[in-house]
């Protein structure tokens, strides 16, 4: 069990990690399953609150003093193990934004975009090997449920913006090492998201990319899960037509950490805490805190 949580951990995180200026998610982690099981359902909430702004010709973090800017959200994610080296997963969130300043206060609720993936274990680990890891490649299908920077908006600083809104592919790769009661896990992944044309603008082909690190360690005081790490986010430029427009690149860093406990052989639980103010370069973004709590019922 032990060997799978921090996987989901960072992918609770990741869900309300804003990765743009003032625009949609960014998911910085995946699941991937590494029990075999047949069916993983985890579900979540999660509390943001951003704590300032990152403008595109300078790496100046100017903190907000009389802005307000919250999101709620609420992960629904699906696993499920196909057959030997073969899994498959869906993940979106709804979210809720609410945003408040001297002149103007509002809120909105909308869905993320859904991400779709397909998961094949290259590299599996039948016997134990000090050296070699277990190596899987994911494909990915961006679906733009989500509501994007470019549709109609109602809200200052993207507080009502939860996806690309564009139909996206890709590729990643996940790392994992288990050293009892140590687990390192490596993951990159990069989504191409096509052009669209929305109502009143046409947007160009971009990438949204990331790199994590993460580690546990599985305690024996009262069977607790540590673990932490640090994730790398970035969005390439886009061309916004017919002004010829460019949005400049955004990325940020994101330190990660948490804690869980298995509750039964089924279900775990855990408390978990994101920061995107402590480590830099960011760029072109906003940066929040957050808080979330998640349970995950796995079924054999």
């Known amino acids: 069990m032990a060997h799978c949580i921090l996987i989901f951990s960072l992918l609770f995180l990741s869900k309300t990690s804003w990765a743009s200026s003032c625009c949609g998610q960014s998911p910085a982690s995946f699941t991937v399953l590494a029990l075999n099981q047949k069916l993983s359902f985890s579900t979540g909430v999660t509390y943001l609150r951003s704590q300032g702004r990152v403008y595109n010709e300078s790496d100046q973090f100017y903190i ?14 699906l696993a499920s193990t196909l057959a030997d080296q073969h899994q498959i997963f869906l993940n ?6 609410h945003y408040s300043d001297p002149l103007e206060k509002g809120s909105s609720t909308n869905l993320s975009d859904t991400l779709i993936g397909y998961t094949y274990e290259i ?81 160009s082909d971009f990438n949204d990319s990331s790199l994590a690190f993460l580690i546990d360690y599985s305690s024996s005081w009262w069977g607790l899960v540590f673990n932490g790490g640090l994730t790398f986010t970035h969005l390439s430029e886009r061309t916004i037509e017919p002004s010829l427009v460019t949005s400049g690149v955004s990325q940020n860093f994101n330190i990660l950490g948490g804690i869980q406990k298995s509750i039964s052989e089924s279900w775990v639980t855990g408390l978990y805490f994101s920061d995107q103010t402590l480590l830099g370069p960011a760029q072109n973004t906003i940066l929040n805190r957050s808080v979330s709590l998640n349970f995950n019922y796995n079924y054999f």
């Open 64 to 77: 907000w003093e009389s802005k307000k800017r919250e999101v709620r959200s609420v992960l629904v994610n």
């Open 92 to 97: 979106t969130n709804l979210l809720q934004g």
């Open 123 to 203: 590299l599996p680990e039948y016997s134990f090997s000090y050296w070699k890891p277990v190596v899987s490649l994911t494909a990915f299908l961006n679906l733009p449920t989500g509501h994007s920077i470019y549709d109609r908006s109602s809200l200052s600083e993207g507080t009502d913006v939860t996806g690309h809104g564009q139909t996206g592919t890709g590729l990643g790769i996940t790392v994992r090492k288990v050293y009892f009661p140590w687990t390192l896990t490596l993951q990159g992944r990069m989504i191409r998201l096509f052009s669209k044309r929305f109502e009143r603008v046409n947007v």
